[in-house]
């Protein structure tokens, strides 16, 4: 299967905090899924943990590499950037992936994350969604150790909040 392409610094295992996600579902293609992940303005209609996203510089409403944005999640108000964002075609998956941050560069308070997804079309009408995100920072040292684990569990009602409003869509 496919995978995340990290950038440097961001590779899971050197990170204080890691988070990995996935589900299969059948009767759903990326070509559905697609919309809902790389519209910032859909989230928090599927996602409760979501809130307040726009664009800077008169980009959006859709991701695009480059594009600078706001979100809020986690109690974090997250300043954005996209740095990955291909569609899904035939046989090739969709790939998105920002680099977030939060606090002042040098504080405690700095977090810095990587989220990237994929969204892949499977053999028998089916899709696969990953959700992986390393972090970076004394607030990523204490996501990663309160138990059970924010991120994991934050991510999970991601991916099912992104199929139900897929299938509900779709209208089944």
Not at 22 to 50: D, H, K, R
Request: net charge negative; hydrophobic share 40%.
């Amino acid at each position: 299967m496919n995978a995340i392409i990290w950038p440097e610094g961001f590779v899971p295992g050197f990170t204080e905090n890691f988070a990995s996600n996935e589900v299969i579902v059948a009767g759903l293609s990326a070509a559905e899924i697609w919309p809902l992940l790389v519209t910032p303005a859909c989230w928090p209609t599927y996602y409760a943990n979501s809130a307040n996203p726009r664009f800077y510089d008169d980009k959006g409403p859709e991701l695009a590499e480059g594009d600078r944005f706001y979100f809020e999640t986690f109690g974090f108000p997250v300043e954005a950037q996209c740095n990955e964002c291909i569609a899904p075609s035939a046989g090739q998956p969709g790939r998105v992936a920002w680099h977030g941050w939060a606090g002042e560069v040098g504080s405690e308070e700095r977090l810095d994350v990587h989220h990237a997804w994929l969204v892949e079309d499977l053999e028998g009408q089916r899709v696969r969604i990953l959700t992986q995100e390393t972090q970076k920072g004394a607030p990523a040292r204490q996501l990663h150790e309160t138990r059970p684990n924010p991120m994991i569990n934050g991510h999970q009602d991601w991916l099912d909040g992104i199929v139900a409003a897929a299938r509900q869509a779709k209208g089944d």
